[in-house]
């Protein structure tokens, strides 16, 4: 057992109003320079939909993560070492500008300066590349809240396993709708990235398991950019380098969650430290998809069990971590309650971002032209969800619906339970048996509402203890003198490479 | 005379030179060539030419026409010491050169007794071939007596070995016929010991005297090695081409343009 400790999070979608103020914060703070234009470290996504890049999910054209080869063994899908060197020059499985979209501003100068004339001027649409005026074609979520459907949400390559009339359905009047699905890089503890990077730039660091580009090692070969299967590594054009979220250490290290948790307006995104366990990690993504819950699961490590403590501390890890991780509200989602799921875990990349799948919208239900409200017809069973359950388990479980069925059940024992104590219209009969087919006790029901509907900052975010200051005092400079300066370390210029 | 006679004398006389015209005039040209030899002048010719003239200015060896100042000793000894670069000579011969050189008709002898050669070994042999004596000079066609080809060592127009002399200009300071002769016999530091035991056939001398008498005849533009890399850089280009077309056809399409063109349809 090689106990490794990960700075882990958890999405609850259900939370998700899709008012991308997290996408904003992030491109504030970091994308917001030339070259970057069009890097969305941070993205919000309309589901159905076919999100940023468009269709980024569909390996069968991106070609990214992990496959299981016919010898049983873990391969990258490209730029593995005999993929990369013929694409050295040239690689067929890019993402192009088409792909992404051309970044654009308004002339909002023109409105200052304009001559004098008969109309109002107006600041028209420029590109930021080359400065020209452009007609605006595509932009970072221009399948938001279901716009252009024909296009975009029906070519939502989760559809795959749904039959021509599920999906019709689906996109039916009445029945139509849609959820957000709010990305950053997932910070995976089996990163394809990291495995195609020819320069050995990326890296995924040992104490939080942040992943990483070291800007003055990367020679801009974008390997990385075609190996991620979320397409979360954006090449600069400006300093010929990629770029990814970076989870925000500078405040991560200063014990502050990332902006763009710290931001959240739905306060949907939690924050905290797992142990997993590095040596079974190939094994365990080797298993046949429909397993791949279960086994990313199997790698989680129980931060109360002595054993695990006991070899987390020979590996180093601090017992401040290990009481972080004890006290992580990951662990509950993800582990205690199993609601949480990996995104796209079929990707084989082992993604250390959880996410809530939503209950809501359910299905409204109409009888004499009004929709009914009484708890047998809203709350009723998880297979009247607008959603359906197919749809969701190739998002969140590789196309497995069991735990996409249970986390749900369990969402939906908790408000049922929720709604028979504030409204006392369900009998306790019914309760009872409904918590025991999700497999819930009341009080974990009452500890799920706690943590979803009621966290406070410090609930939602375990931020674990880095001690940046002691890796500061080993550079020579006392703790005193160099506060403030943890974080972002030597702030270098990033320029084009040698 | 009859008419009748006259015919058949006139037939006689007919016959007579036709029987002349044909086996005669060989019969002539060979009386020609029959004569007797120039020895001294013949000896010079095939061991002396290819480093020394009469007359002719320098070569590897000093102009001899000087030596007719010598006296007789002296120059006795001077062509007995020219052995090691000649090969043996006899009494006969040396004494023979000895008065050669005296002669100060020497020059005119020798180019007297070189046509004499020439024209032998025109009526003997087939005609020097340019196209032969490139294929033996590059060792295309091995010599008959194994002996290496002569690129190995020698450089010519824009090909050959560094080793020995540079040829390509060779026709400036020797006749086609000199460097026969030098050819044929070989008789240098480096070449000798080659080639005496595997000696380079008069038919072949001529071929390779012809080759290297006419430099602005090769094709000077490539050599066939470079011609080669051309050629290899040519149809690489070509796979280079081909290769980013099979690859292009992989390539992924515009996805986002490609579902818009899907829907509109």
Not at chain 1, 14 to 28: E, P, Q
Not at chain 1, 242 to 262: D, M, N
Not at chain 1, 427 to 444: D, F, N, S, V
Request: charged share 25%; with cysteine.
């Amino acid at each position: 057992m090689d106990v490794r400790a990960h700075v882990s999070m958890v999405f609850h979608l259900d939370k998700c109003i899709g008012c991308h103020t997290c996408s904003v914060a992030c491109k504030n703070i970091w994308t917001d320079r030339p070259g970057a234009e069009y890097m969305w470290w941070n993205n919000v996504e309309t589901k159905p939909g076919t999100g940023y890049p468009a269709q980024w999910e569909d390996q069968l054209n991106f070609k990214g993560g992990w496959v299981v080869d016919k010898d049983r063994k873990l391969k990258l899908r490209s730029q593995d070492k005999t993929d990369f060197l013929p694409k050295l020059f040239y690689n067929p499985n890019q993402p192009g500008l088409s792909d992404y979209y051309e970044p654009w501003t308004y002339a909002y100068q023109n409105l200052f300066d304009a001559p004098l004339g008969k109309d109002q001027p107006t600041a028209i649409p420029v590109s930021k590349i080359t400065g020209e005026p452009i007609d605006i074609e595509s932009g970072p979520n221009w399948d938001d809240d279901l716009s252009g459907s024909p296009i975009y949400a029906e070519n939502d390559p989760n559809f795959k396993n749904l039959t021509a009339d599920e999906k019709e359905m689906l996109f039916s009047v009445e029945r139509i709708s849609m959820m957000y699905l709010p990305r950053i890089c997932n910070h995976c503890a089996n990163p394809s990235c990291v495995a195609a990077c020819p320069s050995g730039a990326l890296y995924k660091r040992g104490e939080d398991g942040i992943v990483l580009i070291n800007q003055d090692k990367c020679r801009g070969w974008r390997a990385c950019v075609s190996a991620c299967p979320y397409k979360k590594i954006y090449y600069n054009w400006k300093t010929g380098k990629s770029e990814k979220c970076i989870l925000c250490y500078p405040r991560v290290e200063t014990g502050q969650p990332p902006a763009c948790f710290h931001t959240c307006v739905g306060r949907i995104r939690y924050m905290g430290v797992m142990l997993y366990d590095a040596d079974r990690i190939e094994e365990a993504m080797k298993v046949p998809k429909e397993g791949l819950v279960d086994s990313q699961r199997s790698l989680l490590l129980d931060p109360h069990d002595p054993k695990v403590i006991e070899k987390a501390l020979a590996n180093g890890i601090s017992p401040g971590w290990i009481e972080s991780a004890q006290r992580s509200p990951i662990w509950k989602f993800v582990m205690e309650w199993k609601l949480a799921l990996p995104l796209h875990p079929e990707f084989r990349t082992l993604p250390m971002l959880y996410y809530v799948p939503p209950l809501l919208p359910v299905m409204g239900r109409t009888e004499n032209n009004i929709y009914e409200h009484d708890a047998d017809t809203i709350f009723s069973t998880i297979e009247k969800a607008r959603l359906p359950m197919k749809y969701l388990s190739m998002l969140f479980s590789a196309g497995n619906i069991t735990p996409v069925e249970e986390s749900m059940r369990r969402l939906l024992a908790v408000r049922i339970y929720q709604r028979s104590i504030t409204m006392g219209d369900i009998e306790a009969e019914r309760l009872k048996r409904i918590l025991r087919e999700a497999g819930l006790t009341e009080k974990q029901a009452q500890e799920i509402y706690t943590l979803s509907a009621l966290p406070g900052p410090e609930d939602r975010f375990m931020m674990p203890p880095i001690q940046r200051e002691e890796a500061v005092e080993k550079t020579g400079c006392s703790p005193e003198q160099c506060k403030g300066t943890c974080g972002l370390g030597k702030t270098q210029k990033p320029e084009r490479g040698p | 005379m009859d008419m009748r006679s006259f015919l058949k004398n006139s037939r006689i006389v007919f016959w007579e030179i036709a029987f002349l015209l044909v086996v005669g005039w060989p019969g002539f040209s060979l009386a020609a060539d029959n004569a007797p030899a120039d020895k001294p002048a013949e000896l010079f010719f095939y061991r002396c030419a290819g480093c020394h003239t009469i007359g002719g200015g320098k070569l590897s060896g000093p102009d001899l026409t000087a030596a007719t100042q010598w006296s007789v000793p002296d120059l006795g000894i001077a062509v007995k010491k020219m052995e090691k670069n000649a090969g043996s000579l006899t009494q006969i011969d040396i004494d023979q050169m000895v008065d050669f050189l005296k002669d100060p008709a020497a020059a005119g002898r020798i180019t007297k007794q070189k046509q004499r050669i020439a024209d032998k070994l025109r009526t003997e042999l087939p005609p020097p071939s340019f196209s032969q004596g490139q294929k033996l000079f590059r060792g295309q066609k091995t010599l008959k007596n194994g002996g290496p080809a002569c690129i190995s060592c020698h450089y010519f127009v824009n090909e050959g070995g560094s080793l020995g002399l540079d040829l390509t200009t060779i026709k400036d300071r020797s006749s086609a016929v000199v460097l026969q002769s030098a050819i044929e016999s070989a008789n240098y530091k480096v070449m000798k010991p080659i080639y005496e035991q595997r000696k380079i056939t008069l038919e072949e001398s001529l071929h390779l005297a012809e080759y290297l008498s006419h430099p602005e005849k090769v094709n000077s533009r490539l050599a066939p090695a470079q011609e080669q890399i051309v050629k290899g850089a040519g149809l690489g280009f070509v796979v280079f081409l081909a290769l980013l077309w099979l690859l292009n056809r992989q390539r992924k399409g515009r996805t986002r343009e490609n579902l818009i063109k899907r829907s509109s349809k």
